[in-house]
């Protein structure tokens, strides 16, 4: 009688599927973990995995039934690595693959160039809940899907500070923060973008959430300029939340703005438009930043960044963010 036929797998077949039943296995765990708590608190959108494996460079989100599975690219990625790494994670949790968004991360000034590039053009969103508020994502098409589930609690900070305040949103993306102020009570707020997707993002968050426009208004238009308009008209807040990229070109191609480089400049303009005694969240992911406090015009700057980091976007070797309050 003949010895069975046996296949070998090469070597690097053997390598992708080890790592694909790896990462299926922590995230289960991890999903395992978290997902009827965060239910329990109205949340849909928590992170299950970002790169606790070293030779596993990927990132793992669950938005209310879909999975965004990122790669942290590398000159070495190999083309065939993220789809098998998202097929895996999606078999065990049982999510159908047309729930399943890959996407490819840069690092650096590529990355800050690309905050509302698109990757695909299906216009499609989902509604996901955040505690009582709601907010349109849209996995599709870009590779932030319109919610950073890293400031979870960050805008619940800002909320517990609004009653009563005018609240001033600086890159306000998509206007979660400005849902918060308002539901938080704030009377009067502006939030602030240079790009018109966004702007119009943020419009659809607020009518999700019944926020009044007039009360509430959105500016499309450069953070710089809005902040020397509002100067001169000598329009002032009482809070405020600058979340900038780390990188984004100002006005033309040789104008970059590097918050590293840049941020006291910023947060100055930021302090002449705020009462005294008003409060700046500021807020980087940048991960090589050092805040120059010395050159920043405020009374006080405090680090918050352990308050305002979930549990779920901890990890023992980066921050996902940095997170100060400046009182002015």
């Not at 708590?37 to 596993?56: H, K, M, N, S, T």
């Not at 990757?119 to 969103?125: G, L, P, W």
């Not at 609004?162 to 704030?186: D, I």
Request: glycine content about 4%; aromatic content about 10%.
């Amino acid at each position: 009688m003949g010895v069975p036929f046996v296949t070998q797998l090469p070597d690097e077949e053997e390598k992708l599927a080890a790592q694909a039943q790896m990462l299926a296995n922590r995230v289960k765990k991890r999903h395992r973990h978290l997902y009827k708590r965060f239910a329990r608190q109205g949340i849909d959108v928590f992170r299950l995995y970002d790169w606790d494996i070293p030779e596993i460079r990927a990132v793992v989100d669950w938005y209310a039934g879909h999975l965004v599975v990122g790669e942290y690219m590398r000159d070495q990625s190999f083309p065939g690595w993220l789809p098998r790494m998202g097929a895996a994670v999606a078999e065990i949790l049982a999510v159908p693959l047309e729930h399943l968004h890959l996407k490819r991360r840069v690092y650096g000034r590529r990355a800050g160039e690309r905050r509302y590039e698109r990757i695909d053009t299906t216009d499609r969103t989902i509604v996901v809940s955040e505690r009582d508020l709601r907010f349109c994502v849209n996995p599709w098409d870009y590779v932030d899907t319109g919610l950073f589930g890293d400031h979870r609690d960050t805008r619940q900070m800002v909320r517990r500070s609004a009653t009563g305040k005018t609240f001033l949103n600086l890159f306000c993306y998509s206007g979660a923060f400005t849902c918060y102020a308002a539901w938080g009570g704030a009377i009067a707020s502006v939030s602030v973008d240079r790009s018109k997707s966004a702007i119009q993002w943020a419009k659809q968050n607020f009518a999700l959430n019944r926020i009044d426009t007039r009360q509430h208004r959105l500016v499309q238009t450069h953070a710089y300029d809005y902040l020397s308009a509002a100067s001169n008209r000598a329009q002032r807040f009482d809070l405020a939340v600058v979340d900038p990229p780390s990188f984004y070109t100002r006005e033309n191609r040789s104008d970059h703005f590097d918050v590293a480089r840049d941020h006291t400049e910023l947060l100055n303009a930021v302090v002449v438009v705020m009462r005294p005694g008003g409060t700046i969240y500021f807020s980087t992911n940048h991960q090589d930043f050092t805040l120059h406090s010395n050159a920043v015009d405020a009374a006080r700057i405090q680090e918050i960044t352990d308050q305002t980091i979930p549990e779920d976007y901890r990890h023992k070797r980066k921050q996902i963010h940095r997170c100060w309050r400046l009182t002015v």
